[in-house]
């Protein structure tokens, strides 16, 4: 059970939009922590896409865009591609636990 | 281009002690942007970070994970390394290592930009 709570799935048609919510708590988003996001294929590392709530690293397409409010964080993908089947963690401090906390993934599916 | 690449047993039996090594090559270790770190996915599982290092030799340990923990790096070796004691099946895994970059100038506020390619732990026996 993670201290980030993301949803098991979404899915969506090639083209479309689908965001993907990272609900935390006020001591870890609430608290003021940034939010970061990473996109992981089957077998391979995880890959970093959002750093600091809403910024693209060189190299991540601008379809993906991050923001946060409150105690929660979004992870937009607009214009669905196949090649975005993957699963999607957000990460950030927890001062509770005293230490960095993953989402528990959210596996992305294009229809 | 800095890269990590992790090395270590991939079989350790129960409640013996797990070792890996990360390697640092094409950049410096002893950088005092970055922070190392240790994250795992067990099967069928998400994503766990285990802890962290600074080069000067300052460790930040999942508390989940503390008591079992040591987490030292080698500047001289551009190596950093992961010894998890009292091993079960819970601890069979894929474990990565990567380099941490702070987003703002807050203390807590770091991600993990670089990754290892990772190596699976199976536990035993």
């Known amino acids: 059970q993670s201290v980030l709570t993301q949803p098991p799935s979404v899915s969506g048609a090639p083209g479309q939009r689908v965001t993907i919510s990272c609900t935390g708590s006020?001591?870890?988003?609430?608290?003021?922590?940034?939010v970061h996001w990473y996109q992981k294929l089957p077998g391979t590392a995880p890959k970093l896409l959002i750093y600091?709530?809403?910024n693209r690293p060189s190299g991540v397409p601008d379809r993906f865009s991050g923001s946060k409010s409150g105690t929660s964080a979004s992870l937009a993908i607009t214009g669905l591609q196949a090649e975005d089947e993957a699963d999607y963690y957000c990460?950030?401090?927890?001062?509770?636990?005293?230490?960095?906390?993953f989402g528990g993934g959210t596996q992305v599916t294009v229809l | 281009q800095l890269q990590l690449q992790e090395s270590g047993p991939g079989l350790v039996k129960p409640s013996e002690t797990l070792s890996l090594t990360c390697s640092v090559s094409?950049?410096?270790?002893?950088?005092?942007?970055?922070?190392w770190g240790w994250i795992r996915q067990a099967p069928g599982k998400g994503l766990e970070w285990i802890g962290s290092i600074y080069y000067i030799g300052s460790t930040y340990h999942n508390p989940s994970l503390r008591s079992r923990l040591t987490i030292a790096v080698d500047t001289s070796k551009s190596r950093f390394s992961l010894r998890l004691t009292s091993v079960t099946a819970a601890d069979t895994a894929v474990y990565y290592c990567a380099r941490l970059e702070r987003s703002t100038s807050s203390w807590y506020d770091w991600y993990f930009d670089l990754w290892g390619r990772g190596t699976l732990v199976t536990v035993s026996s």
């Open positions: 990460q950030s401090y927890d001062s509770s636990l005293s230490g960095w906390v």
């Open positions: 094409g950049g410096s270790i002893s950088s005092s942007t970055y922070h």
């Open positions: 006020g001591f870890n988003i609430g608290a003021g922590y940034d």
């Open positions: 600091g709530n809403s």
